[in-house]
């Protein structure tokens, strides 16, 4: 378990790295601490959403492909949250609900006001 959640944290840095830079400056976040936890068997993708916006959105979210160990998609898994204020740090935790994804990667972020 272990190497596939370092393999899975790799990936996802990795792609989230290249590609924070336009949600920064589209929605004024900040996506920290990105990995995989497991709770009594059931995994899970966690980080924080830092909001460095002046805005408050009604409603964010955030979005990850699952993929098997041949890179295949095999699912997604996403988080949201209400009434994200500005300054404010939201906790998501996606849920891993296929057995078969050996690893992610981050797909996006969505905001509305």
Do not use: H, P
């Not at 955030?62 to 404010?88: E, K, P």
């Amino acid at each position: 378990m272990k190497l596939i959640t370092l393999f899975c944290v790799s990936l996802c840095l990795f792609c989230f790295s290249s590609i924070k830079s336009e949600y920064y400056s589209k929605y004024g976040v900040d996506v920290q601490n990105i990995r995989v936890i497991n709770e009594d068997g059931i995994r899970f993708i966690t980080g924080t959403v830092l909001n460095k916006s002046s805005k408050t959105y009604a409603g964010f979210e955030i979005f990850f492909d699952l993929l098997d160990s041949d890179g295949a998609l095999v699912g997604n898994s996403t988080d949201s949250i209400m009434n994200f204020q500005s300054g404010s740090k939201w906790r998501f935790k996606c849920l891993i609900m296929d057995d078969s994804a050996s690893s992610f990667r981050f797909s996006g972020l969505n905001g509305f006001e």
